[in-house]
């Protein structure tokens, strides 16, 4: 492998940054940003009465979000927790979960966001593996916690509410919760306390100062990898921090003057996108974050927004698409949208053109991972047409293309993505060896995705050199699901790969060698469904008599792929169970 410092690369002279919008700079200041928690204070005290948060039609203000935040880092120190200590949130977007959030970061805590639909299993080891002390978990999964509660080194536990932080509100909205839409199975959580009780109790007490610098921790945010083990991306205050100042450098030209602004938040806070994009972004801006608890039910999401006057829009290829597709999008009035952010996955042209069509704005679609905290590239604020790339690298972000053996890749040719910023990860928690595999010596992050570059430095993403699939925006790793297939008795080998999708992008399909040949397929999806997220359980099954393999025994996954896309489209559905 030849050392990149004694190759030329082409991608050093930064050719995107003719591209710019005016008035855009080249790079940020560092000392522009700091903390998590300085962010938030400083929107507090710019900002104190402005609305910081929506969600079933209620608001809390910057002061009451720091007030509520305050309580949490008082009751947490309470309980004991010490500077760098992890605290996992298991919940949707409810108010709860930013008071949470700023809550755990202003005691000098590490947040462990978690996928609230995660299975016992799935829990357990993430809540594990990250060291977590404490857990704050929504109340409709806390059935899952009981399950794992045994196996997980927790000491305590807490249980949020959708009618958290509401006040009289709160007591209907956790009623209709419970009683009418029976959404919170029995429980039993050894020891826990309620949300309402920790906003009591950490209230009659101001938190202790802790001295919270831009190096120190503040996310854990899990992912998985070439080896298909979950493991958490090391997020420092300064990263997320950066981040956000690098688009709002990129942004602000066309949002600035504009505020406030309000930002229908669907995607969930647990994801990277959401967080930074979303949460930490708007904040900065001194807007409002529109919760959307429940994205799935289009009907009382659409009803959200016939009532709101928002000005961004923030959601991944799916939901656009499912949104335009709906009978009753037609009645939301989209007068003030200002602007439609995707990320999270690729957005296909067609549906950027039915949104367009609908709401009269173009899709402005950005790239990033969990480990870049996350947005490397964005296009343009004010393109007239969707692009179907990925943009620009924003502000003191590095772009190169690396061929296999890790030299420049010529300019127009196809290279795996490599970056280096602000933003990007100083590694995996605990994880040397794998941190080792994705970051340089000179500190370039290998993305596993294939990029070109075009003339004017625009990227676009064509291929993904990691077997990983994209399901909605959510990583799915097919050593993680075949590892779950094959603990059934009947299965004898597996192999699982990403196929096209009209729904989600794309959908886990299992090539199955049965151990017994009275399997089937509605059998085995039953098996997966009990050990793995639905969004990770195949929804193809095709049972072989044998699995391409190289001559050392190993799965060719990308043979199994070659050899489905080969198939004519009409048998695609033929695979269906």
Excluded at 52 to 59: D, K, R, W, Y
Excluded at 248 to 264: C, D, Q
Excluded at 294 to 316: E, H, M, Q, Y
Aim: proline share 7%.
């Amino acid at each position: 492998m030849t050392s990149p410092e004694r190759q030329q690369d082409p991608y050093a002279a930064r050719p995107w940054l003719a591209s710019y919008p005016n008035g855009t700079p080249a790079t940020i200041d560092p000392s522009s940003y700091t903390t998590i928690v300085d962010l938030l204070r400083k929107s507090v005290s710019a900002y104190p009465d402005r609305p910081a948060m929506e969600s079933f039609g209620a608001q809390l203000s910057y002061r009451e979000l720091a007030r509520a935040a305050e309580a949490v880092a008082a009751w947490l120190q309470m309980q004991g927790l010490e500077k760098g200590d992890r605290v996992a949130i298991m919940s949707p977007n409810v108010l709860a979960y930013p008071a949470i959030l700023f809550g755990v970061l202003i005691a000098g805590g590490v947040v462990v966001n978690v996928n609230p639909l995660y299975t016992p299993g799935e829990l357990e080891h993430q809540i594990n593996d990250a060291g977590a002390r404490f857990l704050f978990v929504f109340e409709n999964f806390a059935r899952t916690v009981q399950a794992a509660w045994p196996r997980m080194k927790i000491e305590r536990a807490v249980v949020a509410t959708p009618g958290d932080l509401m006040g009289l509100k709160g007591l209907i909205v956790n009623f209709v919760s419970r009683y009418v839409k029976k959404m919170v199975p029995a429980y039993e959580i050894p020891g826990s306390f309620s949300f309402a009780e920790v906003l009591k109790d950490g209230g009659k007490r101001p938190a202790m100062p802790v001295a919270v610098a831009p190096d120190d921790i503040a996310f854990l945010q899990y992912t998985g990898g070439t080896t298909g083990v979950a493991k958490g991306a090391v997020l420092l205050h300064r990263n997320i921090a950066a981040n956000v100042e690098q688009t709002w450098a990129w942004l602000e030209y066309y949002l600035g003057p504009r505020g406030p602004h309000v930002m229908v938040t669907a995607l969930p806070l647990y994801h990277i996108f959401a967080l930074t994009a979303c949460c930490m972004l708007v904040i900065r801006a001194g807007g409002c974050c529109l919760l959307i608890a429940n994205p799935r039910d289009l009907k009382g999401f659409i009803s959200t927004l016939r009532k709101t006057r928002f000005t961004i829009f923030s959601g991944v290829n799916t939901l656009y698409a499912a949104l335009a597709d709906h009978p009753d999008i037609k009645k939301v009035d989209f007068s003030h949208l200002q602007m439609s952010i995707s990320g999270g996955m690729s957005t296909q042209e067609v549906v950027a053109r039915n949104w367009k069509a609908l709401t009269g704005k173009t899709i402005i679609e950005g790239y990033g991972l969990s480990e870049t905290s996350p947005i490397l590239t964005v296009n343009r604020a004010d393109i007239a047409d969707f692009t179907g790339g990925i943009g620009y690298p924003i502000p003191s972000t590095e772009i190169t293309l690396r061929d296999e053996h890790g030299d420049p890749a010529p300019l127009g040719e196809r290279g795996e993505l490599w970056a280096r910023g602000p933003q990007v990860t100083p590694g995996y928690w605990r994880r040397p060896d794998e941190t080792a595999n994705a970051i340089t010596p000179d500190g370039f992050f290998k993305t596993g995705d294939i990029a070109v570059m075009q003339p004017d430095g625009m990227f676009k993403v064509v291929d993904r050199l990691k077997d990983m699939i994209l399901v909605s925006g959510f990583n799915v790793y097919p050593n993680e699901v075949e590892a779950a297939l094959i603990e059934h008795p009947k299965v004898k080998e597996v192999a699982v790969i990403g196929v096209p999708f009209a729904h989600s992008g794309e959908a886990p399909m299992a090539f199955v060698v049965p151990r017994d040949p009275s399997l089937t397929a509605e059998e085995l999806r039953r098996f997966a469904h009990e050990r793995l997220t639905g969004y990770k359980t195949p929804r193809f099954y095709e049972f072989r008599d044998t699995l391409p393999k190289t001559n050392v025994g190993k799965i060719l996954r990308r043979a199994l792929r070659d050899e489905y896309m080969a198939r004519p489209s009409t048998n695609a559905t033929e695979q269906r169970a």
